[in-house]
């Protein structure tokens, strides 16, 4: 039984994260870490306002963490130095910042990050990836709630930097800032790696994506939406699963799904 602590858990995705863990065979949310672990389910599993003292009152073998950008690191270190498993979807943690963390960790203990858990956005990343070598032009648009922290999102970041490893150092062929307008700056999005990221919030979404690819009389559109946050659970589990067998820091769901790395 594989013993889980949710950091977040009274969040919308740490919800999520508890109602799926406690839906599974093989695993059990041991401890909850909010600011405000007050509001516990009382009976259901003990509470606690900090990684540091959830983990030193009880064992647990993964915490997963969706909390805040601000936040993540300190959890993450806190459950680290413990020689606890991490599986983290919480964005804006930059990759030399997740590197220093996993390297701070003791031998054999997993930090596990994802830009999205849902098994279609990393088939689109992949896909996008792919498609990069043989279009010039390719732009990412997203579009997720209003309440979203960050933009553009983890995957949107993501796909951009996949689509310039898969064009293998050419440059993209789209018009940048150049064209664009006096006082309008910004009309091109935002650029990543070279590619026009686009980040649209508004009520209305949860998560969804468009990687827009074009060629000499052709288009091609890799779409990915989520209408729910369950959508990210079968990942999530699947990463809790799969951290126990590996070491330092791994980056992207792919690494646990068979035939794609």
């Known amino acids: 039984m594989i013993r889980v602590a949710v950091s977040g858990y009274l969040g919308r995705m740490g919800s ?3 109602a799926a863990v406690q839906g599974a065979d093989d695993m059990r949310v041991v401890c909850g870490i909010d600011p405000n672990a007050s509001a516990a389910p009382e009976g259901v599993f003990p509470a606690y306002p900090t990684v540091a003292e959830a983990l030193d009152a009880v064992a647990a073998d993964v915490m997963v963490d969706f909390t805040q950008p601000d936040a993540a690191a300190g959890n993450i270190a806190a459950a680290l130095a413990r020689g606890v498993n991490c599986v983290v979807g919480t964005t804006g943690l930059g990759p030399g910042e997740l590197q220093s963390l996993a390297d701070g960790a003791p031998e054999g203990t997993c930090l596990f990050y994802a830009p999205n858990f ?14 990069a070598q043989y279009f010039p032009q390719a732009e990412v648009i997203e579009y997720h709630h209003c309440n979203k922290k960050d933009a553009p999102s983890g995957t949107a970041v993501t796909t951009a930097r996949l689509i310039a490893e898969g064009r293998d150092g050419r440059a993209s062929e789209a018009p940048g800032p150049e064209t664009e307008l006096a006082g309008c700056e910004g009309a091109r999005g935002a650029s990543v790696d070279g590619i026009p990221v686009h980040s649209v919030r508004s009520m209305g979404f949860v998560a969804n994506q468009q990687v827009v690819f074009g060629s000499m009389g052709q288009t091609l559109t890799i779409t990915h939406e989520s209408w729910d946050r369950e959508s990210y659970m079968p990942g999530v589990l699947l990463a809790v699963r799969s951290v126990g067998g590996r070491s330092g820091l791994v980056v992207g769901l792919e690494n646990f799904m068979p035939g794609l790395c």
């Open 118 to 131: 849902t098994t279609g956005a990393v088939l689109m990343m992949q896909f996008a990836r792919k498609a």
């Open 16 to 18: 999520a994260v508890v």
